[in-house]
């Protein structure tokens, strides 16, 4: 648009990329950087550069990491004795904010699912297995979306771990059906994770 410079336009078009943002909020939101001190906007700038280059994935979970191993998986406190599964590394969020949960977690970075194509082998349940193997679990919490997916997934990862010597668990039924665990009010999925249900061992 001529009626911006340069920059700006470039700035409202990749804000308004941004999920839920739409050409009006991008336009305020460039006009109060444009309007803000240097300070906070650098900080800003340098945080999205931050999360890009240092961000990975931990080589023990799978969860968010900065640097080889993740925050919880170096606690000393959490408690090595269970394993929570769960699908992406936003879910470990939800699973925290319950305030329910000391253990540790196993990031599957996706769930099985039929209709998209998506078979057992893209989740590597062997490194899975590996570390209910090696380590000190006694049970493992899987803690997967009340969906079509999720539960396929569920019975998938049940499945490969007989055998194991592991308590295997479920989240309680009481989630909303058909909802990511992402959108689970903290409340609910604190008492779906207190009431889990067993899958056998
Ligand atoms: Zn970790």
């Keep these: 648009m001529d009626a911006y410079t340069d920059s700006l336009e470039r700035l409202i078009s990749a804000l308004g990329k941004l999920p839920g943002i739409g050409r009006r909020s991008a336009e305020r ?16 700038a340098q945080a999205v550069h931050d999360v890009k280059t240092k961000v990975g ?5 799978g969860g968010l990491a900065e640097g080889e191993t993740c925050a919880l998986c170096a606690n000393p406190r959490r408690d090595r004795s269970r394993l929570c599964v769960v699908e992406k590394p936003k879910d470990v969020l939800r699973i925290e904010a319950t305030g329910g949960y000391s253990g540790l977690y196993h990031v599957l ?3 099985i ?32 979306s009340p969906t079509a997916d999720g539960d396929g997934t569920t019975l998938c990862v049940a499945e490969h771990l007989k055998g194991a010597g592991v308590r295997v668990t479920r989240l309680a039924r009481g989630l909303p059906t058909g909802a990511s665990l992402e959108y689970a009010n903290p409340g609910m999925l604190a008492d779906a994770l207190r009431d889990r249900q067993d899958l056998g061992s």
């Design 113 to 144: 699912s039929p209709a998209d194509g998506t078979g057992p082998e893209t989740l590597d349940l062997a490194r899975l297995r590996r570390r209910v193997d090696e380590g000190e679990v006694e049970e493992v919490v899987l803690a997967l």
């Design 29 to 44: 939101i460039a006009f109060y950087l444009l309007d803000t001190d240097r300070d906070e906007a650098d900080a800003l």
């Design 57 to 61: 994935h931990c080589t023990q979970c």
């Design 109 to 111: 970075g996706g769930l």
